[in-house]
């Protein structure tokens, strides 16, 4: 169980404790949403664990062998995380993949605002491939007694006060920074706790792996394009050929990236011109664990942490991992940037 960087179990609640302490002035409300989402992530991993065996598969309104209502997991996720964010009052509203409005929560006074993607790669699930939950969570502007409003909601990652994911694979495990580096812990289900298994993890420099679904090849720009070529060319200084993976999963390819470095990109493509995968509960927590964990996320323009929002869902392309492979991805993209979206 204990692993990098770590001599001794500790559990996630006493993880987020010790870090709070080493905030000046911390008053608990954030330990206690980051301990909440900790409660919801093991209700949910549960649910993903035994979906095979209850039929919970099935479409919203039907009913599973235990004659109980069917909810689909990307429905039950979401509302497990919504009921934990609304338990403590710590949260004044929640915005979630899965709504296409914010929710305003029952304490209008919270402090915290939470962007989730509650079951990430949902359409996974049918055949077993790992999923995920990813969250990001930004202090309120607007004072406690008004109601939340639009500058409150549409912050740039870089005001994150946390960001996170929990991957539901071989073993549940949930991800985390406050800023102070990342931290990986690992559900020990006998026992229900999450236990310290990395941290301050750190992504290699450098990677021989890429990460991209070379289905939409003919619809990417000139220099991405001439870029993936190149990696699959032999060139001894770097390590090419790479390996290609792509679980089509953004949690688990952005986990293996972060363990065994290389690069992950979801670009620009003729089906999805602002890319596929959403800036602000998608995006912008994995950029944050990627860059604490010394590592790089840009949109192949800019860092992704830096993108002003305009509107809650709306995506961008991203490219991260380690920083020479996303460097060198970029000389490439820059390079060829007068040819546009090829195809
Ligand atoms: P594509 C899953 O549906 C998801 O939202 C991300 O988790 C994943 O990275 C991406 O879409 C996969 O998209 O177009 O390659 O199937």
Redesign the pocket.
């Known amino acids: 169980m204990v692993s990098r960087n770590v001599d001794r179990l500790i559990t996630l609640e006493e993880h987020i404790i010790q870090s709070q302490n080493r905030f000046r002035g911390a008053t608990g409300e954030l330990s206690q949403l980051l301990r909440d989402i900790g409660l919801a992530a093991k209700i949910v991993s549960r649910e993903v664990n035994k979906a095979g065996i209850t039929n919970i598969l099935g479409l919203e309104g039907s009913e599973n062998v235990h004659g109980e209502h069917v909810k689909k997991l990307d429905v039950f996720a979401n509302e497990q995380m919504r009921h934990a964010l609304s338990r403590s009052q710590i949260t004044c509203m929640m915005v979630s993949e899965e709504d296409d409005e914010p929710v305003k929560m029952e304490s209008s006074s919270g402090k915290y605002i939470v962007f989730v993607?509650p079951l990430?790669?949902?359409?996974?699930i049918d055949v077993n491939v790992s999923?995920?939950t990813i969250f990001s969570i930004f202090r309120r502007k607007s004072h406690r007694a008004d109601l939340p409003d639009d500058d409150d909601i549409l912050q740039s990652g870089l005001e994150q006060v946390a960001g996170g994911y929990v991957l539901y694979g071989s073993s549940t495990i949930l991800a985390y920074t406050t800023g102070l580096g990342v931290s990986v812990f690992t559900l020990d289900p006998s026992i229900g706790e999450f236990f310290l298994s990395d941290n301050n993890i750190q992504i290699p420099e450098h990677g021989s792996y890429y990460s991209i679904?070379e289905?939409?090849f003919t619809t990417w720009s000139k220099g991405l394009q001439e870029y993936i070529k190149s990696c699959k060319v032999e060139d001894k200084d770097s390590g090419k050929p790479y390996s290609a993976r792509?679980?089509?999963?953004?949690?688990?390819?952005v986990h293996r990236t972060l363990l065994k470095g290389g690069i992950?990109i979801?670009p620009a493509?003729q089906?999805?011109p602002n890319g596929?995968?959403?800036l602000m509960y998608?995006c912008n927590p994995l950029a944050f664990i990627i860059e604490q964990a010394g590592g790089m996320a840009t949109d192949g323009a800019q860092r992704i942490l830096e993108i002003q929002p305009n509107e809650i869902h709306q995506s961008t392309p991203i490219l991260l991992g380690s920083p020479k492979n996303v460097e060198e991805a970029e000389r490439y993209m820059k390079a060829y940037a007068e040819e546009g979206v090829a195809g």
């Open positions: 993607d990430d790669g949902s359409s996974n999923i995920g679904n289905g939409s792509y679980i089509g999963s953004m949690v688990a390819d992950f979801y493509t089906k999805h596929k995968l959403r998608e």
